[in-house]
């Protein structure tokens, strides 16, 4: 059963079907016990924020900032202000000052919410040089207000504001005349050339995205679902709110270092992931099958073959496996992968969305190998997120991300790209005419920068259009497809192909540093630094070994001839990733110029 009502209401009516059920596990900001909320609750202080917005003079369709990582808190705000017709919009916890003074200048912000102490100090350094901002209201009782701030307050004393409900009439007013052109969220992509904009997502928006997502994802009232990407990230957003309008249990996750605890004490049955996470998963099983015994690795070696021969050859093809490939699957299944799913905490696992980069074929095949049902997807920040996903129960093909959602239309241009026209698809960028002009096409849809085709009615994608690199013979390289098949290595964390205009491709690479540490005391490889390290040939030629073996199906062109081993991570402080972790490959071009033009001298 699903409750998709409009934004403004949707808490107070999910409420009243769930009542004093579980809604809400979470743990206090630094804190090691889990509590909980009922959807009763839930709806309570939904009400408090909308009666203390008002209080403090928030206006329909004003925008408020919320700086802060996943909470409960972030929750009520979100809800609350959208039950009186305001705008969130959210900035990533981990934004520069330089990022937020932007956004609160763009957006004219007035009230912003922020979490921990880091983001009350940076809103703090820049509240001078915002001229609209106002107040600060902190998530975190522990957080340190400076002395004497007159503009700060702790989120419980800004509660206080809307105890006894003094203004729920007119929040009840409100809600009535809520229309669904109402903007909900303006969410600024950092984007990996630089350029910062504000995407509008509607109320009609969300209500398309949910009807038509709960058509092909199965989330239901009895599922626990962890919260595990940053609730700025429209995917979680969008995902979360499905939940929500399907009376799953939301368990928060805060801190994202955490999660694989979280996991082992919480045991959801879905969480939207990146691929990265389940390219961890993928390593961290590949070295402990490394580190057994040798009747333990061909066990488990043959224990996912048979699997990946009943759950991807078989059951995502569309045919039913044989009786006694099946019977073999299931004894595996409750001896060999039931153990690595408890492992993760992932007992009862249902499906897991996954989307926002490429998922490299090994992986995939993997996760579904276990008995995990990895529902790969794609989507937009302006597609609202979905706009194509894998449908449980329907045959599909390792390498697609799906198959259209309801009410959306994909088209693919002459030059190949994925456009798109649909209710979820947004109307704009945020005080940007002329860049939302150049989005659209002349007949209204979407450019969504990606390239792909349709083939058997599912989607496939091919690559940015914008990070294709030509080499300087000619030929097209598509570094994201090229990275993903050496992201599965266990001794590789980053990696940046370089080609654009270069006679071959090369590549700076991140190495997991402990394991090649350990790597080097194994082999008496004496080294003093991580820049000894990275540096030495044997270990040069060790990973070059291991690079070769993992791009044999590449065409000669796209192999890569050389790489560097860097001593220190790609980092956000230094420009070079976004808040969501994707590469700014120009700027690590920049950052980088001396050990690229070293790996192309003659």
């Known amino acids: 059963m699903q409750i998709n009502s409009h934004l403004s209401r949707l808490i107070g009516d999910v409420a009243a079907q769930w009542g004093d059920r579980e809604a809400l596990i979470y743990k206090d900001f630094g804190?090691?016990?889990?509590?909980?909320?009922?959807?009763?609750?839930?709806?309570?202080?939904v009400k408090l924020v909308s009666n203390a917005l008002l209080n403090m003079g928030v206006g329909v369709q004003e925008n408020l900032g919320v700086f802060s990582q996943n909470s409960v808190q972030y929750l009520f705000t979100d809800f609350?202000?959208?039950?009186?017709?305001?705008?969130?919009?959210?900035?990533?916890?981990?934004?520069?000052?330089?990022?937020?003074?932007?956004?609160?200048?763009?957006?004219?912000?007035?009230?912003?919410?922020?979490?921990?102490?880091?983001?009350?100090d940076k809103a703090r350094r820049v509240f001078a040089t915002c001229h609209t901002l106002e107040r600060i209201i902190v998530f975190d009782s522990a957080v340190q207000i400076e002395s004497g701030d007159p503009t700060a307050m702790h989120f419980d004393d800004f509660l206080r504001l809307g105890e006894g409900l003094p203004?729920?009439?007119?929040?009840?007013?409100?809600?009535?005349?809520?229309?669904?052109?109402?903007?909900?969220?303006?969410?600024?992509?950092?984007g990996t050339t630089g350029d910062s904009k504000g995407v509008i997502l509607t109320a009609g928006q969300y209500h398309a995205a949910m009807e038509a997502n709960h058509k092909c994802v199965p989330v239901?009232?009895?599922?626990?679902?962890?919260?595990?990407?940053?609730?700025t990230h429209i995917f979680e957003k969008g995902w979360k709110i499905l939940c929500i309008t399907c009376g799953a249990r939301l368990i928060v996750n805060t801190y994202?270092?955490?999660?694989?605890?979280?996991?082992?004490?919480?045991?959801?049955?879905?969480?939207?992931?990146?691929?990265?996470?389940?390219?961890?998963?993928?390593?961290?099983?590949?070295?402990?099958?490394?580190?057994?015994?040798?009747?333990?690795?061909?066990?488990?070696?043959?224990?996912?073959?048979?699997?990946?021969?009943?759950?991807?050859?078989?059951?995502?093809?569309?045919?039913?496996?044989?009786?006694?490939?099946?019977?073999?699957?299931?004894?595996?299944?409750?001896?060999?992968?039931?153990?690595?799913?408890?492992?993760?905490?992932?007992?009862?696992?249902?499906?897991?969305?996954?989307?926002?980069?490429?998922?490299?074929?090994?992986?995939e095949e993997f996760v579904?190998?276990?008995?995990?049902?990895?529902?790969?997807?794609?989507?937009?920040?302006?597609?609202?997120?979905?706009?194509?996903?894998?449908?449980?129960?329907?045959?599909?093909?390792v390498g697609s991300v799906g198959f259209p959602i309801d009410g959306i239309s994909i088209k693919i241009s002459d030059e190949g790209e994925i456009l798109l026209k649909g209710p979820t698809i947004t109307r704009g960028y945020y005080n940007r005419d002329n860049l939302t002009r150049q989005a659209f096409t002349e007949d209204g849809y979407f450019r969504t920068g990606d390239s792909g085709y349709i083939e058997d009615g599912q989607l496939f994608l091919k690559e940015r259009i914008k990070d294709l690199y030509k080499t300087s013979n000619g030929k097209y390289i598509a570094p994201q497809m090229i990275e993903s098949k050496l992201l599965v290595d266990k001794y590789i964390d980053q990696v940046a192909i370089i080609a654009d205009q270069r006679k071959f491709v090369s590549?700076?690479?991140?190495?997991?540093?402990?394991?090649?540490?350990?790597?080097?005391?194994?082999?008496?490889?004496?080294?003093?630094?991580?820049?000894d390290l990275c540096e030495n040939p044997k270990i040069h030629e060790m990973m070059m070994e291991r690079i070769d073996t993992l791009q044999q199906q590449l065409a000669h062109y796209e192999q890569i001839k050389r790489f560097t081993l860097l001593p220190q991570p790609f980092s956000m402080d230094r420009g070079?990733?976004?808040?969501?972790?994707?590469?700014?490959?120009?700027?690590?071009?920049?950052?980088?110029?001396?050990?690229?033009?070293k790996m192309y001298a003659e």
């Open 256 to 363: 994202p270092l955490e999660v694989q605890q979280s996991m082992r004490e919480q045991h959801p049955t879905c969480m939207s992931s990146v691929p990265r996470f389940w390219e961890k998963v993928y390593m961290g099983v590949q070295e402990k099958i490394e580190s057994s015994g040798a009747l333990q690795r061909r066990l488990f070696r043959h224990a996912l073959a048979v699997g990946k021969k009943h759950n991807i050859d078989y059951l995502a093809a569309g045919k039913r496996p044989p009786m006694g490939l099946h019977m073999e699957y299931k004894m595996l299944d409750k001896t060999v992968f039931s153990l690595v799913r408890k492992e993760l905490g992932l007992e009862n696992a249902h499906f897991f969305p996954t989307a926002g980069a490429t998922v490299s074929p090994h992986v």
């Open 31 to 45: 804190g090691k016990q889990w509590k909980s909320y009922s959807w009763n609750e839930f709806s309570q202080k």
């Open 80 to 120: 609350g202000a959208w039950g009186i017709r305001a705008v969130t919009i959210p900035f990533y916890a981990t934004s520069s000052e330089q990022q937020i003074q932007f956004m609160i200048d763009d957006a004219h912000i007035r009230f912003l919410f922020v979490g921990e102490q880091e983001q009350y």
């Open 507 to 531: 590549a700076l690479i991140i190495p997991v540093y402990s394991l090649l540490e350990d790597y080097a005391r194994r082999h008496d490889i004496a080294f003093e630094s991580r820049k």
């Open 576 to 597: 070079e990733l976004t808040n969501t972790l994707k590469m700014k490959r120009r700027v690590i071009i920049e950052n980088y110029k001396r050990e690229i033009d």
């Open 167 to 190: 203004r729920q009439p007119e929040v009840e007013n409100l809600q009535q005349a809520a229309t669904m052109d109402d903007i909900a969220n303006i969410l600024y992509t950092s």
């Open 220 to 231: 239901t009232d009895q599922d626990r679902v962890l919260n595990f990407l940053p609730f």
């Open 368 to 397: 579904h190998s276990l008995g995990i049902f990895m529902d790969v997807g794609y989507g937009l920040t302006e597609s609202l997120a979905t706009v194509s996903c894998l449908h449980i129960g329907k045959p599909f093909r």
